[in-house]
């Protein structure tokens, strides 16, 4: 059951960060950035997807992750990307909810902002290195 939902996990997050990383950062690299109308619900709606599979997979892969020199299937670089998964993701997620917050001026939502957009381009490209990790074993 376990391993189900591991699955389950990481098919939800990369599910949706193709969903967020075409919406998001296709925008910006197309130079349709700020987001704006359909694009935008699509991304806003893809973000709770993004955030409940990455807590099951930070839940259910952890173990199997760690550096303690068992007899895990991974490799070092893919339990080193998986940790970077979650800390980048974590980053987003915080990053794109705190602008929410009455507690920063413009500036520091300017600043959450582009931390969201450079930790979400970490997060894209540990996503796809890692699934090319996982494919290659």
Same mark, same amino acid.
């Given at each position: 059951? %376990?391993?189900?939902?591991? %699955?389950?996990?990481?098919?939800?997050?990369?599910?949706?960060?193709?969903?967020?990383?075409?919406?998001?950062?296709?925008?910006?690299?197309?130079?349709?950035?700020?987001?704006?109308?359909?694009?935008?619900?699509?991304?806003?709606?893809?973000?709770?997807?993004?955030?409940?599979?990455?807590?099951?997979?930070?839940?259910?892969w952890?173990?199997?992750?760690?550096?303690?020199?068992?007899?895990s299937?991974q490799?070092?670089?893919?339990?080193?990307?998986?940790?970077?998964?979650?800390?980048?993701?974590?980053?987003?997620?915080?990053?794109?909810?705190?602008?929410?917050?009455?507690?920063?001026?413009?500036?520091?939502?300017?600043?959450?902002?582009?931390?969201?957009?450079?930790?979400?381009?970490?997060?894209?490209?540990?996503?796809?290195?890692?699934?090319?990790?996982?494919?290659?074993?």
């Amino acid at each position: 059951m %376990k391993l189900g939902w591991g %699955k389950l996990a990481y098919a939800a997050v990369l599910v949706s960060v193709v969903v967020l990383t075409i919406s998001g950062i296709g925008t910006f690299a197309l130079g349709n950035a700020p987001m704006t109308h359909w694009v935008l619900m699509l991304h806003v709606s893809a973000a709770p997807l993004f955030a409940l599979g990455l807590a099951l997979l930070s839940l259910t892969w952890a173990a199997r992750s760690r550096f303690d020199g068992d007899s895990s299937q991974q490799g070092c670089a893919a339990k080193a990307l998986f940790w970077l998964i979650l800390l980048s993701g974590l980053v987003v997620i915080l990053s794109g909810v705190l602008p929410m917050t009455p507690l920063f001026g413009t500036h520091g939502q300017h600043t959450l902002y582009l931390t969201h957009r450079y930790s979400a381009m970490v997060l894209t490209a540990a996503v796809v290195l890692h699934f090319i990790a996982r494919t290659k074993r």
